[in-house]
């Protein structure tokens, strides 16, 4: 493969220009992993990148505190002055501060909480299923534009207890954001941080059954509590890293439809469902390289030396298919049970996903009521017809299916 070739210390290099590597990541990554744990990644415009390609290196620097997670990880659209108290989220702190916030907002988003918060996402999801007839052209249904894509800011809107007449214009904040960076991107935010601040002082005078107003209750035990900047900037890093669902949905979507064996397991015992959501994140998750760290100070990491500085990201699309850590990983397996380290779909460490739970759950309730609405769904088009060539992330510019 032409992307991928030895250096004079032996680390694959990774070039992320390359055709064979945006076509077929998990190939690309999958041949460095087998012939080192370490690879350099070449970035257009960057310098090179270290990255870790086996299950246990790679989770370990997520947990590393000597690899941080700061400003430089992260391309920052322009926004009006006063957005900018609300843009640094919690993804961006490390240490002590990080901490103190994780452990204020943890109880928002347990299992436990967001298997609470399931029957609310039931009815927006049928809501959509009702609509998908209507978005019908020419025998087909885009299921990414109609379903995957409005679902979790309807979500988030209820979540966050947004009024319904405000709604219309959320969901046009969450399309925009679900579909990435620009103008449109950067011209969202101040409505978003204006939305929330609106429902943090609604909450303030109303409680109620929702997200925004456990962030309010919260108090620990020595009596420090949330500021409301920090809730407002906690419902902007909601409505940011929420989007992980649409991809999420419309990967699993097509994974199982090419693979029939496992739709009709699936459908055969939908209490697979859980064990499934789990498989297609590691199999198909949208995350293909983590969130850069830098070191903090000069690292030995699998015999290489990492100096001071230097960015460290890992491959997670080559760590969730490491032979070493999961039997078989190129399989597609919807039975597969979780391993003792799990897949790093989430990544790991202080910075694993805090809205996992959420994802899990509203990624099981979109399938499981997709699957028994449409009994004979089927795609349209070969998923490669539609892949977008996007070096960090596993996603599709649409997703016709028959319904």
Request: with cysteine; aromatic share 4%; hydrophobic share 40%.
């Amino acid at each position: 493969m032409t992307g991928t070739s030895l250096d004079v210390s032996g680390v694959p290099e990774i070039d992320l220009t390359d055709t064979e590597v945006l076509r077929d990541p998990f190939a690309a990554y999958g041949h460095a992993r087998e012939r080192s744990p370490l690879a350099r990644l070449l970035i257009p415009g960057l310098g090179p990148m270290w990255a870790l390609t086996r299950h246990e290196s790679a989770r370990a620097m997520l947990g590393d505190p000597r690899f941080e997670i700061n400003a430089g990880s992260f391309i920052r659209p322009d926004v009006p002055e006063d957005c900018l108290p609300y843009m640094r989220t919690m993804t961006e702190m490390e240490g002590p501060e990080h901490a103190r916030l994780r452990r204020l907002v943890a109880p928002a988003f347990t299992a436990r909480r967001a298997a609470e918060f399931r029957p609310r996402n039931e009815p927006i999801v049928e809501n959509l299923l009702d609509n998908l007839p209507g978005h019908a052209e020419r025998g087909s249904v885009d299921l990414l534009r109609h379903f995957a894509r409005p679902l979790p800011i309807e979500v988030i809107c209820e979540l966050v207890g947004i009024p319904e007449p405000d709604r219309p214009r959320w969901r046009e904040y969450g399309a925009t954001i679900a579909a990435g960076s620009g103008q449109g991107f950067a011209e969202a935010i101040p409505g978003i941080m204006e939305g929330a601040k609106a429902a943090i002082a609604r909450r303030h005078d109303e409680p109620g059954d929702d997200l925004v107003s456990d962030l309010i209750r919260v108090q620990a035990e020595d009596g420090d509590r949330l500021s409301d900047t920090e809730a407002v900037t906690l419902v902007w890093h909601l409505v940011l890293a929420g989007q992980t669902p649409t991809n999420l949905i419309a990967n699993a979507v097509a994974a199982l439809l090419s693979h029939p064996g496992q739709l009709a397991a699936l459908r055969e015992d939908p209490g697979l469902m859980p064990r499934a959501v789990e498989e297609l994140m590691r199999w198909c998750g949208p995350t293909l390289l983590s969130i850069p760290r830098y070191a903090r100070e000069d690292v030995e990491l699998c015999g290489a030396l990492v100096r001071t500085g230097e960015p460290v990201t890992a491959a997670i699309a080559a760590a969730n298919r490491d032979p070493r850590a999961f039997a078989d990983p190129d399989r597609l397996d919807i039975s597969r049970a979780a391993g003792p380290s799990g897949h790093l779909g989430f990544a790991h460490g202080p910075h694993f996903c805090l809205g996992a739970s959420l994802a899990r759950v509203q990624t099981e309730v979109a399938l499981t009521a997709l699957l028994h609405r449409f009994p004979d769904l089927a795609l349209a088009v070969a998923p490669e017809e539609v892949r977008v060539p996007d070096p960090g992330t596993w996603r599709l510019a649409s997703l016709p299916v028959i319904l």
